[in-house]
Antibody, heavy 117, light 110 residues
């Protein structure tokens, strides 16, 4: 079964850091670009970050550029998102999503990040 | 990049059809044929319904169809069923490795 499973969410204070992980299974992870997409409570979806198959191509939404770092380990079939200098507005469910023809065809169940003092 | 514009809500009766619009700019929806649509039921992850404007992934019923005219993409759901009641999001590739979503549309099946 093709599956993505996120982990690492939690409650942190503003300015702190958190690292999210996404474990992939059931497909050849190294053949697919990957993304992080987030959704604030009761709000819509927001694309956050992209990484190509060999990590040579990476891009971020303006809202997280300079604070978040996306990375992947093809040997371990895993995707990560290092989030620094967290703000209240970063509070959201974070989903990892597989890229298919510049759409997101497989999603994880999400992990909740809450930034609050 | 600005978010794409969707109606906040639409409704339709069982068995009828509804169309959800998604308006962008000449630099995104009109320029790229990379519009996708997602269905999200409460407390679940989004599900891909349409990619590249008109293509359906395997397993998505042909009741769901996509189209585009100029800066506006559309999702049409025909033969409405009760479990179509959900939130629907459009998304467009807008620049090199950059995507923007619409604000989402809540579909009510009457």
């Amino acid at each position: 079964e093709v599956q993505l499973v996120e982990s690492g969410g939690g409650l942190v204070q503003p300015g702190e850091s958190l690292r999210l992980s996404c474990a992939a299974s059931g497909f050849t992870f190294s053949s697919y670009s990957m993304n992080w997409v987030r959704q604030a409570p009761g709000k819509g979806l927001e694309w956050v970050a992209y990484v190509g198959v060999s990590s040579t191509t990476i891009n971020y939404a303006d809202s997280v550029k300079g604070r978040f770092t996306i990375s992947r380990d093809n040997a371990k079939n895993s995707l990560s998102l290092q989030m620094n200098s967290l703000r209240a507005e970063d509070t959201a469910f974070y989903y990892c999503a597989r890229d298919h023809q510049h759409a997101f065809d497989i999603w994880g169940q999400g992990t909740m990040v809450t930034v609050s003092s | 990049q600005s978010a794409l514009t969707q109606p906040r809500s639409v409704s339709g009766s069982l068995g009828q059809s509804v169309t959800i619009s998604c308006t962008g700019a000449s630099s995104d929806v009109n320029f790229y044929n990379r519009v996708s649509w997602y269905q999200q039921s409460p407390r679940t992850a989004p599900k891909l319904l349409i990619y590249e404007v008109t293509n359906r992934p395997s397993g998505v019923p042909d009741r769901f169809s996509g189209s585009k005219s100029g800066n506006t993409a559309s999702l049409t759901i025909s033969g409405l069923q009760a479990d179509d009641e959900a939130d629907y999001y459009c998304c467009s590739y807008v620049a090199t490795y950059t995507w923007v979503f619409g604000g989402g549309t809540s579909l009510t099946v009457l």
